[in-house]
């Protein structure tokens, strides 16, 4: 018989892509996600790919009686828990929000785990937890230093929440994923992000601007000591970052890991900056983009890409798409929405 996860924030962007490679895995799903950042549209689009139904549950995760009758009703077998609110710059306004809902969401998961003796659990974390690292690429022995934005903070607590509690629950198996910068969709064009926000991040920007969503895409600094000036990143496919999960989950399913709570990165390695995702995007879609460099945001670090030899050595995990194919699924999913829309 085929394993239940349990997947928090099932409909958002990084979930929705998840559950589709857990049903390419042979998994069952079953999502609870409260959409304040997305639709249920997503489930849609994850059976057109897949050809399963998600069994869903529209339902805040921090409403841990609600959270109960889930766990009551499927035998869940295992966790992922992405459900989380994730803009930098809205955690500097309104760090409360981000406090509340990231670590209120996490003792609701971590509570149940233990009444219902579910004992794997996979956790989105965030390169964001290494804030501005002096040394790069910067690998899971980097010492954490104090967070630049609320968000992060929420992801170092987080982890932190995990560690201890799997030290008085020694049954429970846990990993977390610290992703750098995931961005595409999936590759038939048929899944993307479609927050329900403002897009924060720079690629649905980038598409945003490219159909005329957005008249301008602002730069925020032009002026960082990297070699054009502008922040870099460690832009990660999507559909690699789900992979990742799936494989961190068999990890612990086969009992392969020496410690029952563990720290892996997810990115490519590669250091993009903001001007060069731009020309890259520019590139695949024939599209010249309208941009201007404006002041720098709070919250933002300066560089920061990943050592992931960790995350390939122990859960055999590989990146199958470069920069050029997250720019082109990225693209074509906006054509699709746009498509859709008409
Ligand atoms: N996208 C990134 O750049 C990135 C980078 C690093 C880490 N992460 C983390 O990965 C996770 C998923 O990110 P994403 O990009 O898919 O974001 P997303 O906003 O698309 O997905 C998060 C989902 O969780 C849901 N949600 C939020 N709070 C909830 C609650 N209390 N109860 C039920 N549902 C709730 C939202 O409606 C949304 O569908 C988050 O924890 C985020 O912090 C994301």
Not at 54 to 75: E, M, N, P, T, W
Not at 166 to 178: D, E, I, N, W
Not at 209 to 222: M, S
Request: proline content about 4%; hydrophobic content about 35%.
């Amino acid at each position: 018989m085929s394993a239940t996860i349990l997947v928090t924030g099932g409909s958002g962007y990084i979930g929705s892509h998840t559950i589709i490679e857990l049903f390419n895995n042979g998994f069952d799903v079953v999502s609870i996600d409260n959409q304040s950042n997305s639709s249920v549209d997503a489930y849609d689009h994850i059976e057109q790919i897949t050809g399963k139904r998600v069994v869903s549950y529209s339902a805040d995760v921090c409403d841990i009686a609600q959270l109960r009758g889930l766990f009551s009703k499927h035998r869940i077998e295992g966790i992922i828990h992405f459900a989380a609110f994730k803009a930098v710059g809205e955690s500097v306004e309104d760090p409360l929000k981000y406090y509340h809902n990231n670590i209120a969401s996490l003792v609701s998961v971590l509570q149940l785990s233990e009444e219902f003796n579910v004992n794997k659990l996979i956790f989105s974390s965030s390169c964001s937890v290494y804030g501005n690292v002096t040394s790069l690429p910067v690998d899971e022995n980097t010492a954490l230093p104090k967070a630049e934005s609320p968000y992060a903070y929420t992801k170092q607590i987080g982890e932190v929440m995990i560690e201890n509690f799997c030290k008085v629950h020694p049954a429970l198996q846990a990993v977390s994923l610290r992703y750098f910068n995931p961005v595409g969709a999936h590759k038939s064009g048929l899944n993307g992000e479609s927050p329900i926000n403002k897009p924060n991040n720079l690629v649905p920007v980038i598409t945003a601007t490219a159909i005329g969503k957005i008249p301008q895409l602002t730069i925020y600094g032009g002026e960082y000591p990297t070699r054009d000036g502008t922040c870099v990143r460690d832009y990660i496919h999507v559909s690699d970052v789900a992979d990742a999960h799936v494989l961190a989950l068999k990890y612990l399913i086969d009992g392969k890991n020496s410690v029952n709570y563990d720290v892996f990165n997810l990115g490519t390695g590669n250091g993009v900056s903001v001007l060069e995702a731009i020309h890259a995007f520019e590139k695949v879609s024939g599209q010249k983009l309208n941009y201007r460099i404006g002041p720098p945001r709070e919250g933002d670090v300066v560089a920061v890409y990943s050592d992931s030899s960790k995350a390939g050595k122990l859960l055999g995990w590989t990146c199958k798409f470069d920069i050029d194919e997250m720019m082109r699924t990225a693209w074509l999913w906006e054509r699709n929405v746009a498509e859709r829309k008409k």
